[in-house]
């Protein structure tokens, strides 16, 4: 059938939906929420079936709800109402939350409820839960409802009335939606007045509470030396200690400070605005602080961290038998220069160490998004640092394409987009999470691309489907990856597997008797290809044209970086999002089905 997305922004949920309704053989339109947009004569203009909302801040018109069945995803349990609702289950520390597929009405998320599904909440930031378990319950509960819609029998149940909730949770809820055996409601905005942190009396614990509850929206906004930050993410610190709200030492980039038991280390901040100002954004802590910070320790760790070391790092490695584990958590998936340059270390040392299969990615949420915008945007030159950043990133890339000692599997378990997604194709193999979006292309940012995706992605799925996926600018979920060829395996689990279910299927690879053949042929492939058309040659056209985009001011890259980093909504939803994206002409396979599975006339074990 013919779905609307009503959203306030194509975010990663409704790139999720958009894609994965596609996989489904529905077509697909958006339209975004956007101040003084005409809503209902653009819901008119696409004459859906049904509108979805998977993400939406504004109340839909009523002039839409009543003309059509409008299906709102609520981040939370049945009867639970108001804008901060996954905010106060992690705030409150409920270890079982749950997503609600519910009918807009009058009253906000108070309609009739077409499904709900629970879902566990790990202690893990706001971002990374919604882009996880969150999306999962979301999608299997929207999925459901859609279903229900299309069959035409399904009579949506009643919610309870609504109560007022005084905004806490007293206590874990249970997948009925309810808290102890108490009455849902709705609650108040979660304001910065209850996030705020009291570093003398407040626990690490707490502390770490309230900063994943406030990540990566709206941060926990704070006082340091003589400024106002909103504090972005926040590790726990084992060892270092100090007087309470001091800051004690740095490490790639991140700053540690003192709680009343403990430490905790906080990756960015983001100076409060002022009036009349431009709207700030978050930058790693030490660039962000600038010459305010006084003179404090470095803490670096060795290059290639271990995994069980008892302290925050951004990249870890971990090693069993002859599978070698490489993982990295850079904060929204972007990749500075600094972490790029941090990153092919560590890979190069992971080439030092005796193994023949070595897996690189995080153990979840964002695998990369390709180069930091935001360090662009705050550099003195950013056409400079632009240049410097997209030549890192591809000593990276160059680094795992030319690896012939051993096998390179991408574990991608999260979303990746751009440099990230070209990033992974430089591996041999490249496993995905059932849940994870890929969003191969580049333009929508005004750039050609590097990455040496000119060599990659045609490699990998074919000139006409390259040219196609850089063109249409859309996501692609992970089942049509696999179809596509973009991804040779889909894992089918929930995000905390993943890491575990990746090092199973490494340790199967690293035994087979024909891994040694083809770690053997890597190099005679290498060779074949540097004789014919060498990967230097790549690199030199995407840089050429790169090169150009960012020494030109009057490039549309520059604007629309500006407009990224600073979140400025669009005046109308892009053209490539409100055309009707049809659904993929072959068949996928269900996620059953692609579960350990590769290209077609390869065996099911981990290949090529």
Not at 26 to 43: F, I, K, N, R, W
Not at 525 to 536: K, M, N, Q, S, V
Request: hydrophobic content about 40%; aromatic content about 6%; charged content about 25%.
């Amino acid at each position: 059938m013919h779905i609307l997305l009503l959203a306030s922004a194509f975010n990663s949920l409704t790139q999720r939906v958009h894609a994965e309704l596609r996989d489904r053989g529905h077509t697909v339109a958006v339209e975004l929420a956007l101040p003084g947009s005409p809503l209902p004569e653009a819901v008119r203009r696409h004459a859906p079936r049904l509108v979805v909302a998977p993400m939406l801040r504004t109340a839909i018109p009523e002039e839409v709800w009543t003309a059509y069945t409008c299906l709102v995803v609520h981040p939370g349990p049945v009867g639970d109402r108001g804008p901060s609702s996954l905010d106060w289950a992690i705030h409150e520390g409920a270890d079982r939350w749950g997503v609600t597929v519910l009918q807009a009405d009058r009253e906000m998320d108070a309609g009739d409820v077409w499904a709900f599904v629970p879902c566990r909440v790990p202690p893990v930031s706001k971002s990374d839960l919604y882009r996880g378990e969150i999306a999962d319950a979301a999608l299997t509960a929207l999925m459901i409802a859609v279903q229900r819609f299309a069959e035409g029998t399904y009579v949506p149940r009643r919610q309870p009335p609504s109560s007022t909730a005084d905004g806490s949770c007293r206590g874990t809820r249970s997948p009925s939606g309810t808290a102890d055996g108490e009455r849902p409601g709705t609650r108040p905005y979660l304001d910065q007045s209850v996030r705020r942190i009291d570093w003398a009396a407040d626990s690490t614990e707490d502390v770490l509470r309230r900063l994943r509850a406030a990540d990566s929206q709206p941060g926990v906004l704070d006082t340091l030396l003589g400024g106002e930050w909103y504090l972005h993410g926040g590790h726990p610190e084992t060892v270092l200690r100090g007087r309470p709200g001091d800051l004690l030492a740095t490490r790639a980039g991140a700053v540690c400070r003192a709680t009343r038991d403990g430490a905790v280390w906080i990756p960015e901040l983001r100076p409060r605005r002022e009036p009349g100002q431009p709207p700030t954004f978050r930058l790693p802590a030490v660039r962000a602080l600038g010459d305010r910070l006084p003179p404090l320790p470095e803490h670096p760790l060795p290059p290639l961290p271990d995994a069980d070391l008892g302290t925050w790092t951004d990249i870890r490695y971990r090693e069993d038998g002859n599978v070698g584990c490489l993982s990295f958590s850079f904060p929204g998936g972007a990749m500075s220069t600094e972490q790029c340059r941090r990153l092919l270390d560590a890979y190069r040392e992971a080439c030092t160490r005796p193994t023949s299969v070595l897996v690189l990615g995080g153990e979840r949420d964002f695998f990369s998004n390709g180069i930091h915008l935001n360090v662009i945007e705050a550099a003195a030159d950013p056409a400079a640092e632009s240049w410097a950043n997209i030549n890192a990133i591809d000593d990276l890339v160059e680094a795992v394409l030319t690896t012939t000692d051993r096998l390179v599997v991408a574990a991608v378990a999260g979303n990746a987009a751009a440099g990230g997604v070209m990033l992974a194709l430089a591996a041999d193999e490249l496993w995905c999470r059932s849940g994870a979006v890929l969003n191969p292309h580049y333009r929508l940012m005004g750039l050609c691309g590097s990455e040496y995706w000119t060599y990659s992605l045609p490699r990998r799925v074919g000139p006409a489907t390259a040219d196609r996926l850089m063109r249409e600018a859309l996501p692609v979920s992970a089942a049509s990856a696999l179809r596509l060829g973009l991804a040779d395996r889909v894992v089918d689990c929930g995000p905390d597997a993943f890491a575990r279910e990746a090092g199973a299927l490494a340790a199967r690879l690293a035994a087979l008797p024909a891994t040694a053949a083809r770690i053997t042929a890597k190099k005679t492939a290498l060779d074949r290809l540097e004789a014919a058309t060498p990967l230097a040659g790549f690199r030199e056209r995407e840089l050429a044209l790169m090169r150009r985009t960012f020494d030109d001011p009057d490039a549309s890259y520059h604007a629309l970086r500006r407009s990224f980093v600073h979140k400025e909504r669009p005046s109308r939803t892009p053209p490539h999002l409100a055309a009707a994206a049809v659904a993929p002409t072959a068949p996928l396979p269900t996620a059953a089905d692609v579960t350990g599975t590769a290209h077609a006339g390869v065996p099911s074990e981990p290949t090529g």
